[in-house]
């Protein structure tokens, strides 16, 4: 199975979708006060941090009516595309890596292991490349990772705004409790807290 060829399937009718979640990400960006993106622009992590919150946001709101569900998890909110493909945004090297801390869930996710609450399905990264000095997005790519390497990636073309597609939505509310609380057992706890 040609799997790059079963994620394009998917996704290019959505390209459109995923330039305008990337436009309305970087548009929150900019209003922000100009000496505040000084301030976040400082460490790259933060940006990336702050980045994603807006790519997610957006993507609550652009997705709507598509295919594409949310998918909530511990710290993190993934993306199902008709249960088919899981994607996540990451931001990305040159090479396709992203660079986030290898968390045992990020491990699993880069390993194509299925997750638990989630779809067995093929896990990608939306992933955007940014420019060194401004960071703003210069490329976006979807990636799929083996383990500590990229076994296929492409890049989502330009395309002029009047080719796409997207209908143009009122923008959720941002909300801070939109987060939702997952409660893990860990071993032992339980027979603490009975015993209590």
């Given at each position: ?16 979708h995923?330039?305008?979640?990337f436009r ?12 505040i993106r ?19 946001h ?10 594409v ?6 710290n993190?909110?993934?993306f ?23 968390t ?16 067995e ?5 939306l ?10 997005f ?5 990636v ?11 890049s989502?073309?330009?395309?002029d705004e009047a080719?796409?597609?997207?209908t143009?939505?009122?923008p ?14 860990q ?10």
């Open positions: 199975m040609d799997r790059e060829a079963v994620a394009r399937k998917h996704l290019e009718p959505l390209h459109g995923i330039r305008a979640i309305a990400a970087e548009a929150r960006w900019l209003e922000i006060p100009e000496d000084g301030i976040l622009k400082l460490d790259k992590r933060t940006h990336a941090n702050v980045m994603w919150q807006f790519l997610v957006e993507a609550k709101t652009i997705f709507t009516g598509t295919s569900s949310a998918k909530p998890g511990v993190t909110i993934r199902s595309c008709g249960n088919a493909l899981l994607m996540r945004f990451k931001k990305i090297s040159e090479q396709g890596i992203s660079s986030n801390y290898p045992q869930t990020a491990l699993e996710f880069n390993m194509q292991m299925v997750l638990p609450g989630m779809p399905a093929m896990r990608v990264d992933g955007w490349v940014a420019d060194s000095t401004t960071l703003a210069t490329e976006l790519r979807v799929e990772r083996r383990g500590g390497a990229v076994a296929w990636m492409y989502i073309p330009d395309a080719t796409d597609t997207v143009a939505l009122q959720l509310p941002v909300d801070g409790g939109s987060r939702v609380r997952v409660v893990v057992p071993p032992g706890k339980a027979a603490d807290a009975a015993g209590a």
